[in-house]
């Protein structure tokens, strides 16, 4: 994470309120080094749980401690000797562990948070690549590091994946089994072996990204910290594999969909839709770490992937200095491109957004009326917003108002709803 609550002061207020802000902030790092320890992703988690009923109990009497990390990752590790206390079989384990908590019993202190902090990046990484074992089907492995990495409930990914909930709660439970069956080792893998993994985990990366992004649930429209948790291992992916273009695309995209997280929004947290943004307020640093990420992405490969071409589509928007500036034809362009890498209803329905743009509204909308019918998009709400959207630009109110109307309903984004409801008044009064 960029930035945990053991960077800075503890938080004030509620005690159950900030043990729940604390707790959400470090359970990532907090399950990654219970994972290291144990050997076993299941168990962490409930070691973790353990740790926030502690915190629950005793931090509204004792105090919220300075290394709240620390002290979590303390707690678990003594009911993970506890449990090993009890199984003869786990003895050498249990030894190990039990030694390095004598070592730092009493001293929850300044250099242990600091050595945890400094190995956070590969027990993050262990964690992650452990999670997108070959073992697990794609969708598990996605799924599973969603939950221990991005913090995202079953409901929450579910959404990203549109796919009922059950089905999300059923792989996670399923993935852990299964690694915990074939005995997995808790490390990042090497040579071939890492790039065969490596896909699924910048899919990963991606969707915990664009949950922060465009939050499916919650009443705000973006949660900015899941956008630095995705930023932050995008980068430390990248920093491990230099010379890899997906994955310099990746963090291209990210940095420069990022760079426009101030003008997303208006002053009461509204949306503010890309061509109503006032582009001075995006943030020319990330754009400029994002297009040279890209560049150097392009450089390396003659054949570019699906995150490389995402990365070039918001390049496109970010070189133009005003929305009537933006090069619709080349992005309509990328796009093709991109459903040839990887076609998806959810591309084309980009696409047609760029048609839209590019070559006026019937040709956006002859594209969106051949995917109404597309089993993937019923029930995603963006379908009938955008061709909402081009109805209202051929001045087909009323037409635009029932599609409006219907992506409302379909949002659980608070934000969201309001806007698409927003844009059906338009239709009225217009």
Known sequence: MTATPSDGPAPHGDPARAVETVFRAEYPRLVATLSRMTGDIGLAEELAQDALVAAVEQWPTSGIPDNRGAWLVAIGKRRAVDLFRRNQNLHRKYAAIGRDLGQEEGAVSEDFDTALDNDLGDNLLRLMFTACHPVLAVAAKVALTLRLLGGLTTDEIARAFLVPEATIAQRIVRAKKALTKAKVP???????DFLDRLPAVLQVIYLV??????????????????????????????????????????????????????????????????LDQDRQRWDTGAI??????????????????????????????????????????RIAELYAELA??????????????ALGMAYGPNAGLELIDHLVDVPALQGYHLLPSVRGDLLFKLGRFDEARVEFERAASLTRNARERELSLERARACILT
């Open 186 to 192: 808790f490390e990042v893998p090497h040579g071939q």
């Open 209 to 274: 990204y664009n949950e922060g992004y465009s939050a499916t649930a919650h009443d705000d429209w973006m949660r900015p910290s899941l956008c630095e948790d995705a930023l932050r291992l995008g980068r430390t992916v990248a920093g491990l594999l230099p010379r890899e273009a997906e994955v310099l695309g990746l963090v291209a995209l990210m940095e420069i969909q990022s760079s426009r997280a101030e003008a997303r929004l208006g002053p009461k947290g509204e949306p503010v839709l890309l």
């Open 288 to 329: 400029e770490r994002g297009l040279d990420a890209l560049e150097r992405a392009e450089t390396l490969t003659s054949t570019r992937g699906p995150y490389v071409l995402q990365a070039a589509i918001t390049g496109c928007h970010a070189r133009a200095r005003a929305a009537q500036d933006t090069d619709w034809y």
């Open 340 to 353: 040839g890498v990887v076609p998806s209803p959810v591309v084309e329905l980009n696409r047609a957004v």
